[in-house]
């Protein structure tokens, strides 16, 4: 099978793999139909994720057609239409029974990353009945793959952990495509406001067609004037970092209300300096999750009855045999204006 393998920093392939098979009873081996590239992937061309080693297919995102299943499986069946989480989770363990399946004792972050992923053809499933989902009949499948990790990630990260509510004021720094993900379920609260904060010029217009009420450029000196005009002075009651980077934290602490809640979700992967002398009198709640994708269901019924269009993630398209070239656009976003990269294997 053709599939995109990893083979350490700056060094990426597309080759020729065995097909996996069948390692434990409760294993699927799925054929890929639609995969996706996530940010995820580009930090790990760069090295910066040891936990994946070289000659890894990568990919944790994805929908497609179950070809077989272990003894042990019976959720699913050969022919299955399913969704492919980028969590894996054994649905025994005490994190799962408290839904924290990113902290599966035996699952978690597996494909793509300890474990082959999705960039392929075909893929091995662990933990079958708990880490794919039936997909509803009539779905559109480029939708779904948005709900394999971008979707409930926004939703988990920003918008539960920011504990977003009817009324409030919320602010997103970073529209990329995981803070767009953060944009479109907050809508699901009904927040007053929700201000979106981005260094890109070209990202204002796409904000505002995905819902966002405000854009603010974060270079331009007027983010914290346009942030307190709209909040009547108080600052934000939720404010979502999106990006990953110090500034864009810092810049999260200068924009809350009192008794807000800052909700992180981009990974923070050097030392940074919190302001607790800013924060300590002024009730701030900081929040940090990694996705657990309980969420998949709900989204699912959310999809299937259009409350949510994912689908408007997606700039780019190309053929898994073309996915060397897919990497460029994704990996240059400020000049393509990429968002989400489709990966199609027929």
Known sequence: MQAFVYHGPGKKALEKRPKPEIQAPTDAIVKITKATICSTDLHILKGDVPTCQPGRILG????????KVGPAVTAFKAGDLVLISCISACGK???CRNFMYS?????????????????????????????LSPIPEGADEEALVMLSDILPTGFECGVLNGKVQPGNTVAIVGSGPIGLAALLTAQFY?????????????????ARRFGATAVANSTDGDTMDT???????????????????PATRELC???????????????????????LENLCDRNVTITTRL????????????????????????????????????????GHAADTRALKVLIETS
């Not at 902290?103 to 009945?129: S, Y």
């Not at 009904?190 to 796409?206: G, Q, Y």
């Not at 299937?304 to 460029?328: M, V």
């Open 60 to 67: 944790h995102e994805g929908v497609g057609v179950v070809e």
């Open 93 to 95: 363990c005490a994190y």
């Open 103 to 131: 902290h599966c004792v035996t699952g978690g972050w597996l494909l793509g990353n300890k474990i082959d992923g999705t960039q392929a053809e075909f893929v091995r499933i662990p933990c079958a009945d708990t880490s």
């Open 190 to 206: 009904s927040p007053a406001e929700i201000i979106m904060i981005d260094l890109d010029n070209n990202r204002p217009e796409v």
């Open 227 to 245: 942030i307190m005009k709209i909040a009547a002075g108080r600052g934000a009651d939720t404010a979502i970092e999106a990006v990953g980077i």
């Open 253 to 275: 602490e200068k924009i809350v209300a009192p008794a807000s809640v800052i909700a992180n979700i981009g990974v923070h992967g050097t030392k940074e300096d919190l302001h």
């Open 291 to 330: 996705v657990d994708t309980a969420s998949t269901p709900m989204l699912l019924n959310s999809l299937r009855s259009h409350k949510i269009d994912p689908k408007l993630l997606i700039t780019h398209r190309f053929k898994l045999d073309h996915i060397l070239d897919a990497y460029e656009p994704f």
